[in-house]
């Protein structure tokens, strides 16, 4: 694959995470270095997470409790639990993923991710698992 179709694959990949997230990642990373945003994209996107083999569903429930595990990527963390919703994880099965991670990160990492999935449900208005009505 040239480098032109691993660029559009990588975009269009994280186009799908989440509206406009190849541009906006491309612009800020630009303001950095100018082979920042090819970098990012060709090697991350697409060609470690457009690969075949695993859905992209699956990979973002991957790359969350991997972000949990890691506990210092607070940022990447929150913009991969609203890519798992975008491509169809549901609040009950990304919860699920935090909690997952108290056994294999720890209770700290997984009370860390809960902080970070009870906000992510709130600014995109779902309803948290355990209850019945609108989060306010």
């Known amino acids: 694959m040239s480098d032109k179709q691993t660029t559009i694959k990588g975009m269009y990949v994280m186009d799908r995470l989440e509206d406009g997230l190849?541009?906006?990642?491309?612009?800020?990373?630009s303001e950095l270095d100018s082979d920042l945003p090819r970098l990012i994209?060709?090697?991350a996107f697409g060609s470690v997470v457009a690969r075949p083999g695993l859905d992209l569903k699956t990979r973002e429930m991957l790359t969350v409790a991997s972000l949990i595990s890691l506990g210092n990527a607070t940022p990447q963390l929150?913009?991969?639990?609203?890519?798992a919703?975008?491509?169809g994880?549901?609040?009950e099965e990304l919860l699920?993923?935090?909690?997952q991670m108290a056994v294999y990160a720890g209770v700290p990492a997984c009370m860390n991710g809960l902080a970070s999935y009870r906000k992510i449900m709130n600014e995109k208005g779902l309803v948290l698992p355990g209850l019945k009505e609108e989060v306010e």
């Open 78 to 83: 929150e913009l991969h639990m609203k890519a």
């Open 89 to 91: 994880v549901s609040p």
């Open 41 to 43: 994209t060709d090697y």
């Open 22 to 29: 190849a541009e906006r990642m491309s612009r800020r990373l």
């Open 85 to 87: 919703i975008n491509v």
């Open 96 to 99: 699920e993923v935090v909690i």
